[in-house]
T-cell receptor
Framework: DGGITQSPKYLFRKEGQNVTLSCEQNLNHDAMYWYRQDPGQGLRLIYYSQIVNDFQKGDIAEGYSVSREKKESFPLTVTSAQKNPTAFYLCASSGRGVGELFFGEGSRLTVL | RKEVEQDPGPFNVPEGATVAFNCTYSNSASQSFFWYRQDCRKEPKLLMSVYSSGNEDGRFTAQLNRASQYISLLIRDSKLSDSATYLC???????????????FGRGTSLIVHP
């Protein structure tokens, strides 16, 4: 079945450690996005990519990094520079046009 | 001013009620519009796209008013299972090569009680 797969679903990290969240899609979508959601809050855009080997900062990119070496994959690294990384992270993809977004099931990161 | 605005609610309604949500957007170049539903601790899922002529899917009706730059979602005969957060999403031109960037509203919480 086509879709988006995020892993891991739950992740615990010690302060000062970097962690990488995986996002893979087999929908042949050009555009991919990473969002952060805090309890009771909306989705905030971290990074997005509209084509392989290119990506753009969103509203809250500080402390995060991404790569887009393959069309199917858009991993997000939460670095130790991110001061408050505990959150629900959502990956999405869409065509580059006006179509809808498809979401993965999310990754819940907790910093201990 | 936030690009996409929604009343956060919560809207607390009895079963069987009709409830309406509005969402306003600031970018007049916006081209596509969606309503997503998000259950607690889950990913958002597409409820329906919003077309210029308005569209209906069972108990749900979506409308677009380009002149006033808002979209609406009407839920008739509310069910307990409709309890969720409803997110408004607007796509506007941006980025490179004719791409469109989605912007989310903060969501409106709906609680349907017996």
């Amino acid at each position: 079945d086509g879709g988006i797969t995020q892993s891991p679903k739950y992740l615990f990290r010690k302060e000062g450690q970097n962690v990488t969240l995986s996002c893979e899609q087999n929908l042949n979508h050009d555009a991919m996005y990473w969002y952060r959601q805090d309890p009771g809050q909306g989705l905030r855009l971290i990074y997005y990519s509209q084509i392989v080997n290119d990506f753009q900062k969103g509203d809250i990119a500080e402390g995060y990094s991404v790569s887009r070496e393959k069309k199917e994959s858009f991993p997000l690294t939460v670095t130790s520079a991110q001061k408050n990384p505990t959150a629900f992270y959502l990956c999405a993809s869409s065509g580059r046009g006006v179509g809808e977004l498809f979401f993965g099931e999310g990754s819940r990161l907790t910093v201990l | 001013r936030k690009e996409v605005e929604q009343d956060p609610g919560p809207f607390n309604v009895p079963e069987g009620a009709t409830v309406a949500f509005n969402c306003t957007y600031s970018n007049s170049a916006s081209q596509s519009f969606f309503w997503y539903r998000q259950d607690c601790r889950k990913e958002p899922k597409l409820l329906m796209s919003v077309y210029s002529s308005g569209n209906e899917d069972g108990r749900f009706t979506a409308q677009l008013n380009r002149a006033s730059q808002y979209i609406s979602l009407l839920i008739r005969d509310s069910k307990l299972s409709d309890s969720a957060t409803y997110l408004c999403v607007v796509k506007a031109p941006g980025g490179t090569g004719g791409s469109y960037i989605p912007t989310f509203g903060r969501g409106t919480s709906l609680i349907v009680h017996p």
